[in-house]
């Protein structure tokens, strides 16, 4: 499998550091407010990572952390707590908070299909861990205590930006724009490690150390809680591209001053969805005051979770995702539509191909190969369906490609089949409208409905009408027992 690794800034063949286990750590939420359905997309994308390396046969172990401390608005080391301005939002305690937006995360990763990583580590619960590499850092002169803070002394490194040519200017950490400069850092991109002054009399959360009563900074947890649970290195490391400065910059700074050595082998960062003002973030979705755009509200709307998986899917990991509600439309469109060509295959028509089936794993996998290739990995569902083989065959096939993709194709298609069984075979009450595309359209609905009223209190001139109406829009119309079905033709 080839990977893009940002730090070498090219696809690399991945080779694991350990025969029997690949390690994988993955930034995990900041609980203050619900998950949007950006940072879901790097949760998808990386799901989808950890499943092909399966797939491929190796065994994972994978570690994601909680944010439930430490995290300023800034993502450096200015601003506010974003968990205690969370806590004070919601007149409740950080704990309180953190708890009610882990188990909503899970919630939405479960409707997602998106797999519990094998460890997850709320960064409160390894305090000591932060302690003892910053002690180190300390005794070895690559971190200072200044003004109750300690920092990170970035000027002891030979190397600190691995992940672009930063220019300096444009990364000034501390200047920006309402945001104040800690005059304590010796050098601009300094940060800390653990605080001790806060801002806020009321800091929830804090812990006795050798510095002082306090708090850790963001960026040792994840260097903390990697080692805690995966050792002194890493296969790979993953997060949105957003993490990759200041965040995994200062993860590799403080990793590597601590070990002496090498940490992680391959980082890779997924792209930013983007609405019609940019990236979406979390912290102006909760300051302009508006609906967050979470999967709740997806759902309010009316579309199907893994429907905006399949929407992810279609766009590579690499790529920004421009989200518009038409195109959550027609992803959810062709995603119906998929599962009603699914439906249509029969599950027993005889014994599966093994030799096709293995022909088409290939296929899939010289696909995915390259840098997790999702969209061709879809665009392969298709061509399953169009494959010159029995239907149990393309069944195993898609079952195939879906432990990867986790779309829930044969599950959703033979729901599909058997309520359209059910429907055709009615004579009970309900009058069910089947779309045979597999797209429902809730206009046409509505006019089928209001057809078959028409019939029932035999005011045929309306019923005729109405069919007319739904010609001229395109629409063919197949009465069936108690109901009809529609397509466009
Ligand atoms: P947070 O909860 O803010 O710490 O972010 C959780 C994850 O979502 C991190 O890996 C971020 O890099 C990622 N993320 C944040 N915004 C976006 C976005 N608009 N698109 C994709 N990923 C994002
Ligand atoms: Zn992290």
């Not at 080391?77 to 953190?98: P, Y």
């Not at 300690?150 to 220019?167: A, E």
């Not at 050798?210 to 490391?237: A, F, N, Q, R, T």
Request: net charge negative; aromatic share 10%; with cysteine.
């Amino acid at each position: 499998m080839y990977l893009y690794n940002s730090a070498s800034h090219k696809k690399e063949e991945f080779v694991p550091n350990h025969p029997d286990v690949v390690k994988m750590y993955t930034c995990g939420p900041t609980v203050y407010h619900y998950a949007h359905i950006g940072n879901l997309r790097s949760y998808i994308m990386e799901d989808v990572l950890e499943k092909y390396l399966r797939f491929l046969g190796y065994n994972v172990k994978r570690v994601m952390n909680i944010t439930d401390v430490g995290h300023l608005s800034s993502d450096a080391d200015t601003g506010e707590d974003k968990m205690l301005k969370g806590a004070q939002r919601e007149h409740k305690s950080v704990m309180e908070i953190a708890k009610f937006y882990t188990d909503a995360f899970f919630d939405d990763c479960r409707k997602l299909n998106i797999k519990r990583p094998d460890v997850v580590e709320p960064a409160t619960n390894c305090i000591d861990e932060y302690i003892k590499i910053i002690t180190k850092l300390m005794d070895t002169g690559y971190a200072y205590f200044a003004g109750g803070n300690v920092y990170f002394d970035t000027s002891k490194l030979k190397r600190y930006y691995i992940f672009n040519d930063h220019n300096e200017e444009d990364l000034a950490v501390g200047v920006r724009e309402g945001v104040e400069e800690d005059t304590n850092k010796r050098n601009r991109n300094d940060f800390v490690l653990w605080f001790t002054k806060s801002k806020f009399e009321d800091q929830a959360l804090k812990w006795d150390s050798p510095w002082g009563v306090g708090y850790p900074g963001w960026h040792i947890e994840c260097s903390g809680i990697s080692m805690k649970h995966l050792g002194e290195d890493l296969d790979i490391h993953c997060g949105g591209i957003d993490n990759a400065f200041p965040h995994h910059t200062n993860e590799i700074a403080q990793s590597e001053s601590y070990l002496g050595h090498k940490w992680t082998n391959y980082w890779v960062h997924v792209a930013h969805l983007v609405g019609e003002h940019g990236k979406l973030s979390k912290s102006k979705m909760i300051a302009s005051g508006e609906k967050m755009l979470n999967l709740a509200l997806l759902e309010e709307k009316g579309y199907d979770p893994l429907a905006y998986r399949f929407f992810c899917l279609q766009a590579h990991y690499r790529k920004n995702l421009v989200f518009t509600w038409e195109n959550l439309d027609n992803a959810q469109k062709a995603f119906e539509k998929l599962i009603a060509k699914i439906a249509n295959l029969k599950p027993d028509d005889g014994a599966v191909d093994e030799a096709a089936r293995k022909e088409y794993r290939e296929k899939f996998i010289s696909q995915m190969d390259n840098d997790i290739n999702t969209p061709n990995g879809v665009t392969m569902l298709y061509d399953i369906l169009k494959a010159q083989t029995n239907d149990a065959t393309k069944r195993a096939m898609l079952a195939d490609a879906d432990t990867v993709l986790s779309l829930s194709l044969l599950e959703k298609a033979d729901a599909l089949r058997e309520k359209n069984a059910k429907a055709a075979l009615s004579g009970g009450a309900e009058f069910t409208v089947i779309a045979e595309d597999g797209a429902p359209d809730a206009a046409v609905e509505a006019l089928i409905r209001a057809r078959a009223d028409a019939k029932k209190a035999k005011n045929f001139a309306e019923a005729d009408r109405i069919r007319d109406e739904l010609k001229a829009q395109g629409i063919e119309l197949t009465d069936i027992p108690n109901g009809a079905k529609w397509k466009r033709v």
